[in-house]
């Protein structure tokens, strides 16, 4: 029986600035209607709570280089995730949304356009700034505020 209909996976590294705040809005981020994981640096391993599960919506979050102001949100099109340049992965994010097609009706890519990307614990205040928006994006579903980069 499908318990969680929705799975959040933050992905990112809590030590390289604000590549953490995936991860850190994962670990924060509670509804009913969701199953929210922190991913970390390797989301693959946590694809068979995704098999498991088989949700109506998989959300991936990440941080990714855009150009754009420091906290602006994107969804990125399948077809351009590999060409952008994503944080430290062990398997490209791109390999990992092709295999789980098969297990999940819909995924999302929301890229945050980070400040800073260095080694370090703290994250910048603007990319903080979007936490609370993201989490009334996830539980409104108001993924069409977000433009498509």
């Not at 850190?24 to 946590?46: H, M, Q, R, T």
């Not at 098999?51 to 399948?78: A, C, F, Q, T």
């Amino acid at each position: 029986m499908n318990s969680n209909k929705n799975i959040l996976m933050g992905v990112g590294n809590i030590l390289r600035g604000d590549d953490g705040i995936g991860s850190i809005i994962a670990k924060s981020f509670k509804d009913n209607d969701w199953l929210s994981l922190d991913c970390g640096v390797a989301p693959e391993n946590y694809t068979s709570i995704i098999k498991k599960n088989s949700p109506e919506l998989l959300i991936i979050l990440d941080v990714v280089e855009m150009d754009l102001k420091p906290g602006e949100l994107r969804i990125i099109n399948s077809k351009k995730i590999a060409a952008l340049h994503l944080t430290t992965h062990s398997m490209p994010l791109s390999f990992l949304i092709t295999y789980l097609k098969d297990y999940v009706e819909k995924i999302i890519f929301i890229g945050i356009q980070p400040k800073k990307i260095d080694f370090s614990d703290s994250i910048s205040p603007e990319i903080l700034a979007c936490k609370d928006a993201i989490f009334k994006i996830l539980k409104h579903k108001l993924f069409h505020q977000i433009k498509e980069l």
